[in-house]
C-alpha cells in the first residue's frame, strides 16, 4: 500500500444528497479545502466557491461554476450549504458531526 492508495481511499466517493425532488452528489472537502474555507468565510460569494467546489459528477468533478450559483433558488443554496457544511464536520454543532464518506 502506497500514500497515495491511503489518500484515495480516505477521500471516499462522491455521495447523493436529496432536496426538492432532486439528487446533488457532493463530495467530501480535503483538510486543505476545509482550511481555506475557513480562513475566507468571510469573503464575498465564499458559499458560491464552495458550492461549486463540491457540486459533483460521479466521478467527483465540478459541475458548477461560480457564476451558475446565483442562477439556483436561494433555497437550495442554503440547503446545499447546510448539507456540506454538515457532512464536512463544520456544521451547527461545532464540529461534532461525523463526515458523511462513501468509502472508494
Do not use: H, W
Request: charged content about 25%.
Amino acid at each position: 500500500m502506497t500514500a497515495a492508495d491511503v489518500i484515495a481511499g480516505a477521500k471516499g466517493k462522491p455521495s447523493p444528497f436529496e432536496f426538492n425532488g432532486y439528487t446533488y452528489l457532493l463530495r467530501p472537502l480535503t483538510k486543505t479545502e476545509v482550511n481555506d474555507m475557513i480562513a475566507r468565510r468571510t469573503e464575498p460569494d465564499s458559499d458560491a466557491r464552495l458550492l461549486a467546489l463540491v457540486v459533483c459528477d460521479e466521478d467527483g468533478k465540478p459541475v458548477l461554476s461560480e457564476a451558475d450559483v446565483p442562477n439556483l433558488p436561494f433555497v437550495a443554496i442554503q440547503a446545499l450549504f447546510k448539507e456540506i457544511l454538515s457532512r464536512n464536520g463544520l456544521g451547527d454543532d461545532g464540529g461534532k458531526a461525523e463526515p458523511v464518506t462513501t468509502p472508494a
